[in-house]
């Protein structure tokens, strides 16, 4: 508010005696942080070390073609020691844009300099964007009246991309032209995703606007492509941008009739979808509690809002290209793309997600879908004709028992394990002396959530002379 308006307000609000029961608050509206961008491109025959233009926080490396190419990377901050090599895992939007070009998922890397990049066939030409949280702008605005407390709203908190710092310029081309406009639709179904990311993110705000960077600059979206993003700790972010709000309204990724702004998150199946991903990547972990349980919150809330069957499947039917297919109203992403996405372990468990959601929709208690921690401290010791296995108790409080698992001797794992135990032993007999066996255990708990295997011991049965 201009300043001259608001003496103008205040001195009307005097004169009719408002002025003690109304007050005038600048109130924080959230921040821009501008990101500092720098790219540095060069051909990579089977390893290369690059310096960076920029200290960066993150990093994320695209190349022309080879999209089955194995790359890895390395950071150093300070351009003589690097540590860990590690995997450069695909951008699932990256791989939707069909131009010819590989983007590798974004990557944390708090004060990289240089990056050692190697590949099991030459790339012609690669490049490393670097990114960084540059200027903070702190937005305000006048509210009048009250304590300036939001309004109460129906739905879980979403932090907006005002509160996670979203430069909005980055919409817009050099003309001023949005790139990509909001586009609505009814909401059909229900999407979810992982980001690729670093699990343990210590700065899932900074990652957010670097992915936010990377898709609508590098590209070339115009904005960032999930609908929402969920954090390890429980927190919701809105994602791609729909309308503006007002203030002490929740964004809910929708336009005022309650259509769903299409997103970037499914090829194919974008328009009527609402594409949530949880930040990190759940290829060999489940996701953390918080982040299921919020998941399982915003998930019910859009399903009770739309009408959507969490447990059931429906046919969609692409608004805008009229493409059919029949699938489970909360899918994973390759349930619709020839993706990983949302990751081996996290999609196992989308049953438990589904019924989990239905029941908080029903008004139930919620259902406990997280599995406990796999048993620890295994061992193994031989005797005549038998193994005896001890393992550290686990001490969650609905912890049901544990279950005994022997390979077989084609090397595989059998699906039913050889015994089914209450206390942290378990002696195997009428095994064969001279034989040696590989075990492992896991536990389950009272809602049949099982755990993930424990360390691989081995023994052999001897008998005593």
């Not at 600059?217 to 954090?231: A, E, M, R, S």
């Not at 729909?242 to 090829?267: C, F, I, M, W």
């Not at 193994?387 to 699906?415: C, F, I, M, Q």
Request: with cysteine; net charge neutral.
């Amino acid at each position: 508010m201009p300043r001259l308006a608001l003496r103008i307000l205040l001195t009307l609000l005097a004169l009719t005696g408002a002025f003690a029961a109304t007050q005038v608050h600048r109130v924080d509206a959230g921040v821009t942080v501008r990101m500092v961008a720098r790219e540095v491109r060069a051909p990579v025959e089977l390893s290369r070390t690059l310096d960076l233009p920029i200290t960066a926080s993150h990093v994320a490396l695209h190349w022309k073609g080879a999209p089955t190419a194995r790359v890895r990377v390395a950071f150093s901050s300070d351009g003589d020691h690097f540590g860990s090599s590690l995997p450069v895992e695909r951008d699932e939007l990256g791989e939707q844009r069909r131009n010819g070009e590989t983007y590798g998922a974004v990557m944390t890397a708090p004060g990289a300099t240089a990056v050692r990049v190697t590949t099991d066939r030459p790339l012609a030409r690669l490049s490393v964007l670097a990114l960084a949280s540059g200027e903070r702008v702190v937005r305000h605005r006048w509210e009048i009246g009250g304590d300036g407390a939001s309004a109460t709203v129906d739905q879980p908190g979403v932090i907006s991309r005002a509160d996670w710092g979203a430069d909005e310029s980055l919409r817009f081309d050099s003309t001023g032209r949005e790139t990509w406009p909001p586009e609505f639709h009814p909401v059909q179904k229900l999407i979810v995703h992982h980001t690729a990311t670093r699990n343990a993110d210590p700065d899932p705000a900074a990652t957010t606007r670097s992915i936010y960077y990377y898709h609508a600059v590098t590209q070339g979206w115009g904005d960032i492509g999930y609908n929402f993003l969920v954090d390890e700790s429980g927190r919701v972010y809105e994602g791609r941008y729909s309308r503006p709000y007002a203030a002490g309204e929740t964004p809910t990724g929708e336009d005022l009739a309650g259509n769903g702004v299409t997103g970037a998150h499914a090829q194919g199946f974008n328009s009527g979808t609402v594409g949530v991903a949880l930040l990190g990547t759940l290829t060999n972990q489940d996701a953390t509690p918080a982040a299921r349980d919020a998941l399982e919150r915003f998930l019910a809330w859009e399903g009770d809002r739309h009408g959507i069957d969490p447990q059931g499947s429906s046919l969609y039917v692409n608004p805008v290209s009229g493409t059919q297919k029949t699938f489970a109203n909360i899918a994973g992403h390759r349930d619709v793309n020839a993706t990983e996405c949302p990751g081996g372990v996290f999609y196992d468990t989308l049953p438990q997600l589904r019924a989990a959601v239905a029941a908080r929709i029903a008004g139930g208690a919620p259902v406990d879908t997280t599995p406990p921690a796999a048993p620890a401290r295994l061992t193994a010791k031989p005797g005549d004709q038998r193994v005896s296995l001890n393992w550290a108790d686990n001490t969650e409080p609905d912890l049901a028992g544990y279950r005994v698992y022997k390979r077989a001797a084609d090397g595989t794992w059998p699906a039913a394990p050889s015994a089914t135990v209450g206390p942290s032993a378990f002696t195997m007999t009428g095994l064969v002396n001279g034989t040696t066996y590989a075990f492992r255990v896991t536990a389950y708990d009272e809602s049949g959530n099982e755990s993930g295997p424990s360390a691989i011991v081995t023994a052999t049965p001897r008998r005593k002379h």
